[in-house]
């Protein structure tokens, strides 16, 4: 069976470091893109980046570029998602999916996601 | 940046046909997805490729996609199908959601 375990909920204090996690099982990990995805509460999606574990190629969506960093350890079949300075509106449970493709874009969905990750940020 | 725009709540009879779309400029160039997501669990892929139903999926659900818009229909919606839908393409390599639209059964 195909899975996404992500790390467990965090609370941290404006400022702070943090650095979440989305281990893959069942797959070739290091086949497929791993994106993240935010969602405010009482909001909607929205993508944040997708690194191909296979080769560490990272892309960001503009508007979280320099303000997340992914990574992936394919040792440990593991992508990472991380903030060095935590602010109060990161505050979100964070998705984890795999792309269906091998290759990004056109025609590619996310098939398999994770179970989220609650983000609290608050002093 | 691109867009995709969904209307924010569609409402249903059970039994009846519901149907959400999704808009975006020349969006029928490329192909598009969507995701069901309850509350208080994760989104799940029920259309991909516009129109293509992904294993486990039920026959009710079907999607197109031409000129600006795609769009996701519910033949014989039932009450399971309450949800969140939200539509996803693609801005070259980077992936874009749509605002996401409210679908009551009523």
């Known amino acids: 069976e195909v899975q996404l375990v992500q790390s467990g909920a965090e609370v941290r204090k404006p400022g702070e470091s943090l650095k979440i996690s989305c281990q893959g099982s069942g797959y070739s990990f290091t086949s497929f893109w791993i994106v993240w995805v935010r969602q405010m509460p009482g909001k909607g999606l929205e993508y944040m980046g997708i690194?191909?574990?296979?080769?560490?190629?990272?892309r960001y969506s503009p508007s979280f570029e320099g303000q997340v960093t992914i990574s992936a350890d394919k040792s440990i079949n593991t992508a990472y998602l991380q903030w060095s300075s935590l602010e109060a509106s990161d505050t979100a449970v964070y998705y984890c999916?795999?792309?269906?493709?091998?290759?990004?874009?056109?025609?590619?969905?996310?098939?398999?996601w994770g179970q989220g990750t609650m983000v609290t940020v608050s002093s | 940046s691109y867009e995709l725009t969904q209307p924010p709540s569609v409402s249903v009879s059970p039994g009846q046909t519901a149907t959400i779309t999704c808009s975006g400029d020349k969006l029928g160039d490329t192909y598009a997805c969507w995701y069901q997501q309850k509350p208080g669990q994760s989104p799940l892929l029920v259309i991909y490729q516009d129109a293509k139903r992904p294993s486990g999926i039920p026959e009710r659900f079907s999607g197109s996609n031409s000129g600006n818009t795609a769009t996701l229909t519910i033949s014989g919606t039932q009450a399971m199908d309450e949800a969140d839908y939200y539509c996803q393409a693609w801005d070259a390599s980077t992936g874009v959601f749509g605002g996401g639209t409210k679908l009551t059964v009523l």
């Open positions: 999916a795999r792309h269906h493709l091998s290759h990004v874009g056109g025609g590619g969905a996310f098939d398999t």
């Open positions: 690194i191909y574990p296979g080769g560490s190629d990272t």
